[in-house]
Nanobody, 119 residues
Framework: QVQLVESGGGLVQAGGSLRLSCAASGTIFSINAMGWYRQAPGKQRELVAIITGGGSTNYADSVKGRFTISRDNAKNTVYLQMNSLKPEDTAVYYC?????????????WGQGTQVTVSS
């Protein structure tokens, strides 16, 4: 019923910037927290940034000061602005949303978008 559609990934040189977008669609009453995770080859998936419905944010130490998460509640969309990218940021980035459907809450994931940062 609910789909998360991501966009904005790609190839960029070190020091460059990218903006990721993730739009939720379907039968949605409301969305609580939304966030971005990433998984590099041979590593576990890790939290990059999260934003609550009230706008509170949390970031992984490795991206603090470089990445900014934001959301547009009217569009059910979350963004990740990534600046000063480093090769170690290379990973598949996944959108996540805690969605309220009817009287239930569900944890949804996007399909992932590849971010590659060259030296």
């Amino acid at each position: 019923q609910v789909q998360l559609v991501e966009s904005g990934g790609g190839l960029v040189q070190a020091g460059g910037s990218l903006r990721l977008s993730c739009a939720a669609s379907g039968t949605i009453f409301s969305i609580n927290a939304m966030g971005w995770y990433r998984q590099a080859p041979g590593k576990q998936r890790e939290l990059v940034a999260i934003i609550t419905g009230g706008g509170s944010t949390n970031y992984a130490d490795s991206v603090k000061g470089r990445f900014t998460i934001s959301r547009d509640n009217a569009k059910n969309t979350v963004y990740l602005q990534m600046n000063s990218l480093k090769p170690e940021d290379t990973a598949v980035y996944y959108c996540n949303a805690d969605v309220v459907v009817g009287i239930y809450g569900y944890d949804y994931w996007g399909q992932g978008t590849q971010v590659t940062v060259s030296s």
